[in-house]
């Protein structure tokens, strides 16, 4: 069965920048849309950014002008360029690969900001 392996979490003090990698275990067909997911402690999973396939992109209002999201379709892979890291950006971050029919999560990865 095929997984998201996720790469890149971490410590860092505010201000500092973190970059997460998600790639496949295997090859997945089809993909559509590739997004980061957060959540933090006692809190709901939530939107971070997500990139279509023609490289269409959405941010929450939290993380516009600070995060980037980027793909590299040849390697299914999805990046999360993350500056100006916050302390409220603490949580931890799941890739998700969207295809016709379902979803691919990762399993996590913890970004912790401290201040």
């Known amino acids: 069965q095929v997984q998201l392996v996720e790469s890149g979490g971490g410590s860092v003090q505010a201000g500092g920048s973190l970059r997460l990698s998600c790639a496949p275990s295997?090859?997945?067909?089809?993909?559509?849309?590739m997004g980061w997911y957060r959540q933090a402690p006692g809190k709901q999973r939530e939107l971070v950014a997500r990139?279509?396939?023609?490289?269409?992109?959405n941010y929450a209002d939290s993380v516009k002008g600070r995060f980037t999201i980027s793909r590299d379709n040849a390697k299914n892979t999805v990046y999360l360029q993350m500056n100006s890291l916050k302390p409220e950006d603490t949580a931890v971050y799941y890739c998700?690969?969207?295809?016709?029919?379902?979803?691919?999560w990762g399993q996590g990865t913890q970004v912790t900001v401290s201040s």
């Open positions: 998700m690969v969207e295809v016709i029919g379902g979803r691919y």
């Open positions: 295997g090859r997945i067909f089809s993909i559509n849309v």
């Open positions: 990139i279509s396939g023609s490289g269409s992109t």
